[in-house]
């Protein structure tokens, strides 16, 4: 593996409500942070010789807010202790010397996309870790990605597993959630039109636009929805695509767990074996 992309937010959210509660001397919860450095170190041991980036996602709106105001209106604002978690997450990884990269109007996900098209470009091989399905479309030869489901064990897609569990090729997961929608992040999708009328259609190879072109492929009150709702299904369609093409370069900077700030930082968060 060359090059090891973690989605900082997704495992940390996910750390921080799915471990065992986990408190500092001074009484505050750290199980976001020892989640996200539990995985640095994980990756960092099982494979030296790769470069692991973490990814955040900037605070602020993203240019998806741009294209669609409502874009995860839905959502409620993380607690303050979860989001402090990010901000100390952010300095003890620091401390471990691991690169870290977050750009404003763009989230973590746009950056790893960045990264892992960077990163084919030269042939290198890409592990993406994180919880968020929109990471898919990202999956090739020298892509894959560790998905960590929610209550579920930890799967490891790569292009061929992917393509025998659901029979699609990853950059449709794009045309499924363009039709569909998706609840989490408010993306409307084409009302009328659900998963089991769009997966059969996506198993055969069509997408969005075959079926703007042919939309006798749909029921007839269907095809009518994706008619009137053809703009919408097109900027959903932008909403959920990933933006690979960000201006990034990466530096050439390594995890040391090895100098003091490093070892002091491994011991506050329990980590005492790695920091001895």
Request: proline share 5%; net charge positive; glycine share 6%.
């Amino acid at each position: 593996m060359d090059l090891i992309l973690i989605d900082g937010n997704n495992i940390l959210v996910r750390s921080h409500y799915g471990r065992a509660e986990v408190l500092d001397p001074t009484g505050r919860p750290i199980q976001g942070i020892a989640g996200v450095v539990n995985t640095v170190l994980h990756h960092y041991l099982k494979s030296k010789s790769s470069q692991i980036v973490i990814c955040w996602d900037a605070p602020g709106k993203t240019f998806r807010h741009e294209l669609y105001p409502e874009y995860k209106a839905n959502r409620n604002a993380h607690p303050q202790e979860l989001l402090d978690q990010i901000v100390r997450a952010k300095k003890a990884l620091e401390n471990l010397g691991l690169c870290q990269i977050e750009v404003a109007g763009y989230e973590a996900d746009d950056c790893i996309g960045t990264l892992a098209y960077q990163s084919t470009q030269e042939n290198k091989i890409v592990s993406i870790v994180s919880g968020d399905r929109d990471l898919w479309q990202l999956i090739s030869r020298n892509v894959f990605v560790e998905y960590w489901p929610i209550k579920k064990p930890k799967k490891l897609f790569t292009l061929q597993s992917f393509s025998e569990q659901f029979q699609i090729d990853p950059g449709q997961i794009i045309d499924y959630k363009a039709l569909v929608g998706d609840a989490s992040d408010n993306i409307p999708g084409v009302p009328g039109i659900g998963d089991k009328t769009v997966w059969p259609l996506l198993q055969q190879g069509l997408t969005l636009k075959d079926l703007l072109v042919k939309p006798d492929l749909l029921k007839p009150s269907q095809a009518k929805k994706l008619e009137q709702y053809k703009e919408q299904a097109l900027m959903c369609r932008k909403l959920v695509t990933l933006a690979c093409n960000i201006s990034l370069t990466l530096p050439e900077k390594r995890i040391n767990i090895r100098s003091d700030i490093a070892r002091l930082t491994l011991r506050t968060l329990g980590f005492h074996q790695m920091s001895a």
